[in-house]
C-alpha cells in the first residue's frame, strides 16, 4: 500500500512538472531536490491531459460564445499558448533555426541556444501553427475536436519523453534544459497511463494510423538527432512534441 509521505512526495513531482511545462501558479517546494527534479519528466504526459482539457474547455466556451468554429479553434489555441507559456513551440522554433542553419553539430546547438528567432524558425512556427488551426477547424465535430485536443496534447507529451529511452542529452545548459537526461523504461510506461481512458475517444483505424505515423516520425527523428548533433537537446524534445500533436491531429481527419 502507498504511504501518505509517497503520496505527497509523488504530488509534489507532479507540481514540479506543472511549474515545469506550463506558466500556472504552482506553490513552492518546502522540500525540493534535485532526485525530484529528475523525476518531474514521468509527469509530462499528465500535465499534457491538464493542458488538453483547458484547452478544449476553452474551445467549448469560444463555440458556445461565437458558434464559428475557426474563431474557437484561435481563441482555444492563444489558450493553450499563454498556459504553457510557448514553451514547445519555442524548441520548434529554435529547432528549425538550429538544423536549418547549421551544418556542423556545433553550429547547430550554437544556433538553438540563440535566444533569437530566425528565418527558419519564424516560417517554420507561422506553418505549424496555421496547420494547427486548419487541422482542429476541419474536424467533423466538437466531440472529435476535444477528442483531437485531448490526445494531441498527451500522446504528443508521451512520445517526446521516449527520446529520454535511448539518446545522449548533448547540451546541460539553456533555458531548454530537461528535468532529466534520461529515463527508466518502466517509468516512460507509467507516464503513458493517461491515455488509457482516451481510448474511448478515438475509432480503431484511426488509432492505428496515429501510432504506425507517430513511431515512423519517433524513430526518424531519432535516426536524424543521433547523425545531426549525437543525441537531444531540449529544443529538439520541443519540436518531437510539436509534429507528433500535429500528427494526432491529421490522424484524426483521416
Not at 68 to 76: E, G, K, T
Not at 105 to 110: A, H, I, K, N, Q
Not at 157 to 173: A, H, K, Q
Not at 236 to 246: D, F, H, N, R, T
Given at each position: 500500500?502507498?504511504?501518505?509521505?509517497q503520496?505527497?512526495?509523488?504530488?509534489?513531482?507532479f507540481?514540479?512538472?506543472?511549474?515545469?511545462?506550463?506558466?500556472?501558479?504552482?506553490p513552492?517546494d518546502?522540500?525540493?531536490s534535485e532526485?525530484?527534479?529528475?523525476?518531474?519528466?514521468r509527469?509530462?504526459p499528465?500535465?499534457?491531459?491538464?493542458?488538453?482539457?483547458?484547452?478544449?474547455?476553452f474551445?467549448?466556451v469560444?463555440?458556445?460564445l461565437f458558434a464559428?468554429?475557426?474563431?474557437?479553434?484561435?481563441?482555444?489555441m492563444?489558450a493553450?499558448?499563454?498556459i504553457?507559456?510557448?514553451f514547445?513551440?519555442d524548441g520548434?522554433?529554435?529547432s528549425?533555426d538550429?538544423?536549418?542553419?547549421g551544418?556542423r553539430?556545433?553550429?547547430?546547438?550554437?544556433i538553438?541556444?540563440d535566444?533569437?528567432i530566425g528565418t527558419?524558425?519564424?516560417v517554420g512556427?507561422?506553418?505549424i501553427?496555421?496547420?494547427?488551426?486548419?487541422?482542429?477547424?476541419?474536424?467533423?465535430?466538437?466531440?472529435?475536436v476535444?477528442?483531437?485536443?485531448l490526445?494531441?496534447?498527451?500522446?504528443s507529451?508521451?512520445?517526446?519523453?521516449?527520446?529520454?529511452?535511448?539518446?545522449?542529452?548533448?547540451?546541460?545548459?539553456g533555458?531548454?534544459k530537461?528535468?532529466?537526461?534520461?529515463?527508466?523504461?518502466?517509468?516512460?510506461?507509467?507516464s503513458?497511463?493517461?491515455?488509457?481512458?482516451?481510448?474511448?475517444?478515438?475509432?480503431?483505424?484511426?488509432?492505428?494510423?496515429?501510432?504506425?505515423?507517430?513511431?515512423?516520425?519517433?524513430?526518424?527523428f531519432?535516426v536524424?538527432?543521433?547523425?545531426?548533433i549525437?543525441?537531444y537537446?531540449?529544443d529538439?524534445?520541443?519540436?518531437?512534441?510539436?509534429?507528433?500533436?500535429?500528427i494526432v491531429?491529421?490522424a484524426?481527419?483521416?
Open positions: 500500500m502507498i504511504s501518505r509521505q503520496c505527497r512526495y509523488e504530488w509534489q513531482v507540481l514540479l512538472a506543472v511549474g515545469f511545462l506550463t506558466r500556472l501558479p504552482v513552492a518546502p522540500d525540493f532526485t525530484k527534479l529528475n523525476s518531474a519528466s509527469y509530462f499528465l500535465v499534457g491531459l491538464l493542458v488538453g482539457v483547458l484547452a478544449a474547455t474551445y467549448g469560444a463555440l458556445a464559428n468554429v475557426l474563431i474557437a479553434v484561435l481563441l482555444s492563444i493553450s499558448i499563454l504553457t507559456g510557448s514547445h513551440e520548434f522554433a529554435d528549425c538550429g538544423f536549418g542553419g551544418w553539430s556545433e553550429d547547430v546547438l550554437r538553438m541556444k535566444s533569437r527558419y524558425g519564424t512556427l507561422a506553418l501553427l496555421a496547420l494547427k488551426a486548419a487541422s482542429l477547424a476541419a474536424m467533423p465535430s466538437t466531440f472529435v476535444v477528442a483531437a485536443l490526445w494531441g496534447h498527451v500522446f507529451r508521451w512520445i517526446s519523453t521516449s527520446y529520454l529511452l535511448d539518446l545522449n542529452y548533448v547540451r546541460g545548459e533555458k531548454s530537461p528535468l532529466a537526461t534520461m529515463m527508466p523504461l518502466k517509468h516512460w510506461l507509467y503513458g497511463l493517461p491515455l488509457l481512458p482516451l481510448l474511448m475517444l478515438v475509432d480503431l483505424y484511426s488509432l492505428m494510423v496515429l501510432v504506425v505515423i507517430a513511431l515512423a516520425f519517433r524513430w526518424a531519432a536524424y538527432l543521433r547523425r545531426r549525437g543525441g537537446t531540449g529538439a524534445l520541443g519540436a518531437a512534441q510539436q509534429v507528433v500533436e500535429i491531429y491529421l484524426f481527419l483521416l
